[in-house]
C-alpha cells in the first residue's frame, strides 16, 4: 500500500512540471555550443594538403587538386571535394587538422534522404551549405 501511495505521489507531482518535449519541425531544437552537424567547405580557403583525407578513420573524404594554371604562382587548387556522409561518423578531425580552417562544422544535422546515393555530397553543395555555422567558426 506504502508503494502505491509512492507511485501515485510522484504521477501527481510530475504532472504540473513544465513539459519537456519540441514542436520538433516547426520549432527548432536548443543544441549545444560543441555539437557537431555537418561540415561546410570554403574551397577558396583550400590548398589541396590532403591533411583532412589522410586523417579520416572512415576514408570517407574524396580530394583532388591540380597545378595552378599561372605558372608564376606555386601550389595547387582544388578541382575536386566530396563527402560519404553515409559512413562519415563526424568525428570532427578533418576539421581540427585543416591548417587553413577550409572546413567548419556546422549545427545542422538533417541529412535525411530517400536515396543513399543523394548522401554522397560533392564540392558545389558542401560551400552552399552555410546554415547554422557555429558560433566560434563565424567569418
Known amino acids: 500500500m506504502i508503494g502505491l501511495a509512492k507511485g501515485l505521489a510522484y504521477t501527481l507531482k510530475n504532472l504540473a512540471r513544465e513539459k519537456v ?3 520538433y519541425p516547426n520549432e527548432p531544437l536548443p543544441l549545444p ?6 561540415q561546410k567547405f570554403y574551397p577558396e580557403k583550400c590548398i589541396v594538403c590532403n591533411q583532412c583525407a ?14 595552378h594554371p599561372d605558372p608564376a604562382k606555386k601550389g595547387k ?5 566530396s563527402i560519404n556522409f553515409e559512413i562519415c561518423i563526424l568525428c570532427d578531425l578533418c576539421t581540427e587538422v ?3 580552417e577550409a572546413i567548419v562544422m556546422t549545427n545542422n544535422f538533417e ?14 553543395w558542401l560551400d552552399e ?3 547554422n555555422i557555429r ?5
Open 21 to 23: 518535449t519540441y514542436d
Open 33 to 38: 555550443d560543441r555539437f557537431r552537424g555537418i
Open 54 to 67: 589522410n586523417i579520416c578513420p572512415t576514408d570517407c573524404i574524396q580530394l583532388t587538386g591540380k597545378k
Open 77 to 81: 587548387i582544388i578541382d575536386t571535394y
Open 98 to 100: 585543416c591548417p587553413t
Open 111 to 124: 541529412l535525411a534522404e530517400y536515396s543513399r546515393d543523394d548522401l554522397y555530397k560533392d564540392l558545389a
Open 129 to 131: 551549405n552555410d546554415t
Open 135 to 139: 558560433k566560434e567558426n563565424k567569418p
